[in-house]
């Protein structure tokens, strides 16, 4: 069956009102997906769990604030972050929800965090004491909201079990400061014993504040594979991963019952047009090194992306491209600005710079996935999608097509 070709990006983004692109390689995040994937995810940990999502690292790689106005529209409770100025960023752009911290910061940023609603989170006393000076001295105002994070087992941060009693019950005496919170975070969701022995250990500190008189804050333990696991969803859950429709390596996907795994679907997908098509001669040299020579007379396409783009060196003459449908290689070291593709062999006529690759994500029936590049660079598929850098434009969809365009000067929709 032929498949009709899909009006160009440039072609797109003026149908919908969005200025043209600075440059022809972009991100294209699909809101579809992403609130299917939302749904997805309530629907497992039970409608009425409170649900904050992982927004960090901007998004991880699928930008912040774009991302967390979609959620929240779409019945986010709130969102989770790891830095106060992502937190900041969110709330400078209108959204309203709660924000949680997750990792220490400075206690500079308390008085502003109270004045703000944004919880920030404790698990060490070297970082909790300074906190609730800072928190003290601005008192007058609205408290501070404080999650104290428990150490479990991931060796990471958190107090231990047996001192968080007493830290809760230093908390809730200092002015200015409300606890809020109780968390841990899994080592290994997947791992059933492992996880059970965290388990254990969070609720012998939930006991711990009970016998000493403390009233047990709101609860977060799961994760995108504690929600995939079944771990009890407590009084909230922090999906990450699986909110974009990735499902965290560790997992045993077959494990899985196979209704949850149809239901997700990737939301980024990297796209870009070559901007230059060449008829190269046997014994051409791609790239600097070289690391790749033509063997025969060549069609080379250059797409104007690369290593400064999150799209990692290590892929170099490893990595395929989709044009047409069809997979090409790409040859020659990535560069930090382009990348080489081989588009000789592609059917038809000669690939130009009209034609439209994919370098993740599907094109009529194939999809080079997440997981693929994950492997051929060695590393996770958290690792791939937070690359991304900011300089790609990211143009998000929708069914009825384009709605917003973000780049490095400008927000489209």
């Excluded at 004045?115 to 004491?129: H, M, N, P």
């Excluded at 003290?136 to 047996?162: H, I």
Aim: charged content about 20%.
């Amino acid at each position: 069956m032929t498949v009709a070709p899909r009006p160009s990006i440039a072609e797109r983004l003026a149908t919908a009102g969005l200025p043209p692109l600075p440059r022809t390689a972009w991100l294209e995040l699909d809101l579809d997906a992403l609130t299917s994937n939302l749904a997805a995810i309530r629907e497992l940990a039970g409608a009425s769990i409170p649900t904050y999502p992982v927004v960090k690292a901007d998004a991880y790689g699928h930008g912040a604030l774009e991302i967390s106005r979609a959620l929240e529209a779409a019945g986010a409770t709130g969102f989770c972050v790891a830095a106060a100025d992502e937190a900041q960023a969110l709330r400078d752009g209108g959204i309203a929800g709660p924000i949680h911290v997750l990792y220490p910061v400075p206690a500079t940023f308390a008085g502003e965090a109270a004045r703000q609603g944004i919880t920030l989170s404790a698990g060490d006393v070297d970082g909790l004491e300074p906190l609730l000076d800072a928190a003290g001295v601005a008192s007058a105002g609205p408290p501070l909201q404080l999650e104290l994070e428990v150490e479990t087992g991931l060796g990471r941060g958190g107090f231990a079990p047996a001192m968080t009693a007493g830290v809760a019950a230093r908390v809730t005496a200092a002015p200015g400061v409300r606890l809020a919170g109780l968390w841990t975070h899994l080592q290994a969701a997947e791992d059933g014993d492992r996880t059970a022995d965290q388990l254990a250990r969070f609720e012998t500190t939930t006991t711990s504040l009970r016998d000493a008189g403390i009233a047990v804050p709101p609860r977060h333990v799961a994760a995108s594979g504690g929600v995939l696991t079944d771990v009890a969803p407590y009084e909230g859950i922090r999906p990450g991963l699986a909110v974009y429709g990735i499902l965290p390596d560790e997992l045993d996907v077959g494990s899985l019952r196979a209704e949850i795994v149809a239901r997700f679907r990737p939301v980024m997908s990297l796209r870009a047009q070559p901007v230059r098509v060449a008829d190269l001669p046997a014994g051409h040299g791609i790239s600097y090194g070289p690391t790749f020579t033509t063997q025969r007379p060549s069609r080379i396409a250059t797409l104007p992306l690369g290593y400064g783009d999150g799209y990692a060196r290590s892929l170099s003459n490893r990595a395929q491209a989709l044009v047409r449908g069809r997979r090409v290689q790409l040859v020659g070291n990535i560069a930090m600005d382009a990348l080489m593709a081989d588009v000789t062999d592609v059917p038809g006529p000669p690939v130009t710079t009209a034609d439209e690759f994919t370098l993740l994500g599907a094109q009529e029936q194939d999809r080079i996935p997440v997981e693929e590049l994950a492997q051929l660079r060695t590393t996770n598929t958290w690792e791939v999608v937070t690359a991304m850098s900011a300089r790609l434009p990211r143009v998000y969809h929708a069914a009825s097509g384009p709605v917003g365009l973000r780049t490095l000067t400008s927000r489209g929709g």
